[in-house]
């Protein structure tokens, strides 16, 4: 059940729990270490919320994982010199499936494929 005021409306599974994550995402485009935050929620709150908001979480925890194999990959593929464009297409994949993310939550919607390497 989602909470209507205070902080704690922000940690229990539910649509603003949902938006903090992606925000969370976006903000560590900047500042690194709030994913970290974010994939921790995700994990703590699968699997107690609606159907359409689990499909969030999974979604999120993907979106994690994925963009971080991809940075870790642009990190290495620096050495010849393309890792700035992987790195760059990580941060761009990131950022449109935050984006979709945060309109499929507002209009209240499950993500159609959670499991999705694409956007």
Request: glycine share 10%; hydrophobic share 50%; with cysteine.
């Amino acid at each position: 059940m989602e909470q209507s005021d205070g902080i704690g409306s922000y940690t229990q599974a539910g649509r603003k729990n949902v938006y903090l994550i992606y925000i969370l995402y976006l903000l560590s485009l900047v500042v690194g270490f709030s994913a970290i935050v974010g994939l921790i929620f995700a994990y703590m709150n699968k699997g107690k919320g609606e159907d359409w908001v689990d499909s969030h979480y999974s979604f999120q925890i993907r979106t994690f994982w994925i963009g971080l194999a991809a940075s870790i990959a642009g990190a290495v593929l620096m050495i010849v010199g393309i890792g700035f464009l992987v790195v760059f297409a990580a941060i761009i994949w990131t950022i449109v499936r935050c984006v979709k993310g945060l309109q499929l939550t507002s209009r209240g919607e499950a993500v159609p494929d959670p499991q999705t390497w694409l956007i």
